[in-house]
């Protein structure tokens, strides 16, 4: 087999990518929250403020941009004032899209955004549409963000004297669905109506994300931005609209059933095809969105992405508790390609969801026990060189798989130019069963060394375990010949590896 040629043109540098397609979603769902990052402050799990210490210090090592909280589905049933003031009077309600549990809101607006400023990231507060009001999400706003005034008095009362001037805000979520079931038509008038009230307080404009297209419904993307883009006094009313897909192995019938470990060969095929839609989602939805908006000042924000799986056996089918193996860190590394290749688009993402849900990048044990990073925190680690830096365009002669009637790349590569002068490139390979003999060339340079690094396992669907908790972890890739201007490396099947030029 010929090498695959991988040319990276460094002139001219493209547009930045935005540091927040690295983002995370939080959830008041299954082990995510409770009995995840959250342990309480009485826990003899070290913690700060009753924050795990341990995931802090994780979500920090990959740079975690933003943090997307409370839901999802939950959103759309939380009332932010329940979860203010002593923790002792806040009312115990029942978290009805998510295993029937009690939620003692202990975690509410103040804990949560004294987590995002231990990690360092910005927070994206979903607010509540469908079952919440214009006032309701105007006093969260106000309450978060005002300097002076009632709701900012009450604010300082329960110990938080400074605004924390939030910008990021979801105006409902999933509106099409457990947000409401609203059709498109509808929730484009509501969503102008919510919006007005979302208002900027001195210091602290804000970016209102519209709930958008599940998949590839394209005629919902189309509603927003023909009725609720341009404002009554034409600047655009949205800065963000959202597009949730999932990868879901044999979709039909819900819920997946697909195994997150011990899958075959289709299996793997099925979810790097399903991976590589996003592409054709994004492209999709950008090209409507084009239409109305051609110099782009709209974001399409991918707040929801990422694979769901059967539960792991014995555990609550309603908590979304899954493993992770190889092959979810390859489908990361496919899904943030996309991103980074659609980054004059796709200015936030946000991954489903941070610890013991669905794609998460750190699983822990039931009653605070042991944590566990996945591979896909690995990815996550190698894809924070991008973070920021300039998109480098690649050329590239691999292949193309089909699997299910989906082409989708035998390769894909993204590259970027860091603020430090240093080239960064992320590769993965999608075969299964072939090596890849690669050869990455400068176009416009020499390379003085190179640094490589691979996230892999013999057996592809190896995951990491409590007892077990470094079998798919990020290593020296070894092999890598540098020569002039091409570096040459041998991609083992199914693998995601970075690596970094020497300028
Ligand atoms: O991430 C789990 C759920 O998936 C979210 O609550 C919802 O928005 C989506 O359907």
Redesign the pocket.
């Known amino acids: 087999m010929p090498p695959v040629k991988l040319s990276i043109h460094a002139d001219p540098a493209g547009p930045v990518i935005d540091p927040h397609i690295f983002g995370h979603?939080s959830?008041h769902?299954g082990r995510c929250i409770y009995d995840g990052l959250w342990v309480g402050e009485q826990s003899p799990v070290p913690n700060t403020r009753g924050w795990r210490n341990d995931l802090v210090v994780v979500l920090k090592q990959i740079r975690v941009p933003n943090l997307r909280w409370p839901?999802?589905?939950?959103a759309d049933d939380y009332h932010w004032r329940e979860g203010i003031g002593p923790r002792e009077k806040r009312p115990r309600r029942i978290n009805a899209?998510w295993g029937g549990v009690i939620d003692d809101n202990a975690v509410g607006t103040h804990e949560f955004l004294d987590l995002c400023e231990q990690i360092g990231c910005e927070p994206y507060l979903a607010g509540n549409v469908g079952s919440g009001s214009p006032r309701e999400l105007r006093e969260w706003v106000e309450y978060c963000n005002a300097a002076a005034g009632t709701l900012a008095d009450e604010r300082v009362a329960n110990g938080r004297a400074t605004p924390w001037k939030v910008r990021l805000w979801g105006v409902g979520?999933?509106t099409w669905?457990?947000g409401g079931n609203m059709t498109a038509e509808y929730y484009a008038h509501e969503y102008r109506r919510f919006a007005t009230y979302t208002r900027d307080f001195p210091d602290a404009k804000i970016y209102r994300v519209a709930s958008g297209a599940r998949n590839d419904d394209y005629h919902w993307t189309e509603v927003m931005m023909r009725e609720a883009f341009k404002g009554p006094i034409g600047g655009p009313m949205l800065q963000g609209l959202s597009l949730?897909y999932?990868t879901v192995p044999g979709e039909i019938p819900w819920p997946p059933a697909h195994p997150a470990t011990g899958f075959d060969l289709t299996g793997w095929k099925d979810v790097m095809a399903l991976g590589w839609k996003m592409d054709e989602l994004v492209r999709g939805h950008r090209a409507v969105m084009d239409r109305y908006d051609p110099k782009e000042t709209t974001a399409l924000v991918v707040d929801?992405w990422g694979s769901w799986y059967a539960p792991e056996p014995g555990t609550n089918p309603g908590f979304?508790y899954q493993q992770q193996t190889v092959r979810d860190a390859v489908l990361a590394a496919l899904n943030l390609n996309i991103f980074i290749n659609h980054c004059e688009r796709v200015r936030i993402a946000n991954l489903?969801?941070t610890v013991n849900?669905?794609q998460a990048v750190a699983l822990t044990e039931e009653g605070g026990g042991r944590l566990v990073l996945t591979p896909t925190w690995h990815v996550f680690a190698l894809y924070a060189a991008h973070q920021g830096a300039r998109r480098l365009r690649v050329e590239s002669t691999a292949k193309t798989l089909s699997h299910t009637g989906i082409d989708y790349p035998a390769v894909s590569a993204t590259a970027s130019l860091d603020a430090a002068g240093a080239v960064n490139v992320t590769v993965c390979n999608t075969d299964a069963e072939t090596p890849v003999e690669l050869e990455l060339t400068l176009a416009d340079g020499v390379i003085a060394g190179c640094t490589a690094q691979v996230v892999t396992a013999p057996v592809l669907d190896t995951c990491n375990t409590f007892d077990r908790p470094d079998a798919v972890v990020a290593q020296p890739l070894g092999g890598v010949t540098v020569k002039g201007s091409t570096v040459s490396a041998t991609l083992p099947p199914g693998s995601v590896a970075a690596f970094r030029f020497a300028n």
């Not at 839901?71 to 939950?74: L, R, S, T």
């Open positions: 979603f959830e769902l839901g999802g589905c939950f899209y979520n999933e669905g457990c949730h999932y929801e979304l489903a969801q849900v669905l």
